[in-house]
C-alpha cells in the first residue's frame, strides 16, 4: 500500500533561498546528524522543521531536504551511512574464495542463538521499510526479527510469521510502530488480527508502541492534516503523525526498552560464555587449518 506524507494536490514549488540561507540549513543538517544516524530523508526533515530550519510542506521535504542530503552525500559533506534507506537492495548468494576464508568470516561473525534459552521470544514490526536501517541498530544487536510490513502486510507474509510464532512454542511478545492515522491505526489492528487467525493456540502479547496520542502530545510532534479521502478516517479524531517524526534515537530506544524487559540476565551470561568457548574453538580449527596449508 502506498503511503505519502502530505495531502496536497498542488503542484511542488521549489523554495528559492540565498546562499548563506543554504548554507545555514546544511550545518544544521551537519548537526542532526552528528548528533544521531543513521536517519531517514524524512526524520532529517521532521528534525528541521521542530528546529524551525525549515517549514512543514511537501515542497521543503523533497525539493529542499532531499536534494540537498543527495548534494551532501555526493559532496562528501556527510557520509552515506548517516542516511538510511532500506528501501533497496541486492540479493546473491554468499560465496567464499576458499575454505579458510570462509571459516575466518564465521570466526568473527558467529553468534549463539541468543533467545533459545530465554523464557519468551520477542519481535519488532515496523510499517515503514525505510526505517529499518534505524531499527536494525537494537534488532542486530539482540537478536530480535525485525519485521516490516511496508502498508497492509500481505497474507502470505501474515502466515510465515505465525508459522515461525507458533514453532518457537513459548510466549510471543510482538511490539509495533507505525503511522497515526486512519491507515496506520488500522494496519495495527489487522496484523494482529491475521497472526491470531493463522496462530490460534499461540500466547501472542501485541503491543502498539509507537505512535500513540500520548507521544504526540509529551514529544510534541509534527502533525499532518489526515487524509479525508483515507476510507478509514470516519470516527479519526485530529491530525496524523507519521513515526519518522519521533526522533532516531528515541525510536531505538523504545525498541531497546521493548527487548530489554524480556532478557533475563543469568541466562544471557550463560549464553556469551558458551558463545566465547565455541569462538575459541574456531580459533583452533583455523589455525589447524593455517598449519596444515
Not at 92 to 113: C, D, I, V
Request: glycine share 4%.
Amino acid at each position: 500500500m502506498s503511503r505519502t506524507a502530505f495531502n496536497r494536490p498542488s503542484p511542488i514549488k521549489r523554495v528559492r533561498r540565498s546562499k548563506a540561507e543554504m548554507e545555514t540549513i546544511r550545518n544544521a543538517v551537519c548537526e542532526v546528524l552528528k548528533a544521531d544516524n543513521p536517519m531517514t530523508v524524512r526524520q532529517v526533515f521532521y528534525q528541521l522543521v521542530g528546529l524551525r530550519v525549515v517549514d512543514k510542506t511537501e515542497a521543503e521535504y523533497k525539493t529542499t531536504v532531499g536534494r540537498l542530503l543527495v548534494e551532501m552525500r555526493k559532496d562528501g559533506e556527510i557520509p552515506f551511512g548517516w542516511i538510511a534507506d532500506n528501501t533497496r537492495w541486492m540479493r546473491k548468494p554468499r560465496t567464499y574464495s576458499s575454505l579458510r576464508g570462509m571459516l575466518e568470516l564465521t570466526k568473527k561473525t558467529y553468534r549463539r542463538a541468543l533467545w533459545d534459552d530465554q523464557g519468551a521470544y520477542v519481535e519488532i514490526w515496523l510499517e515503514k521499510d525505510a526505517l529499518a536501517g534505524v531499527l536494525m541498530q537494537e534488532t542486530r544487536e539482540w537478536d530480535v526479527p525485525l519485521m516490516v510490513t511496508r502498508g497492509y502486510p500481505s497474507v502470505s507474509y501474515l502466515h510465515e510469521a505465525a508459522m515461525a510464532i507458533r514453532q518457537e512454542a513459548k510466549p510471543s511478545f510482538l511490539y509495533y510502530f507505525g503511522d497515526h492515522d486512519p491507515s496506520g491505526r488500522d494496519i495495527t489492528r489487522a496484523t494482529e488480527k491475521g497472526l491470531r487467525e493463522f496462530a490460534p493456540d499461540a500466547e501472542i502479547q501485541f503491543e502498539r508502541v509507537a505512535v500513540t496520542a500520548e507521544q504526540i502530545r509529551a514529544l510534541r510532534l509534527p502533525t499532518r492534516p489526515t487524509k479525508t479521502t483515507d476510507s478509514r478516517s470516519k470516527g479519526f479524531a485530529g491530525e496524523s503523525v507519521e513515526v519518522d517524526a519521533i526522533p532516531a534515537a528515541t525510536l531505538r530506544a523504545m525498541a531497546r526498552s521493548c527487548i530489554e524487559r524480556h532478557i533475563d540476565p543469568e541466562t544471557l551470561r550463560r549464553t556469551e560464555m558458551v558463545e566465547a568457548e565455541e569462538r575459541a574453538t574456531l580459533d583452533r580449527i583455523v589455525a589447524n587449518l593455517g598449519a596444515r596449508s
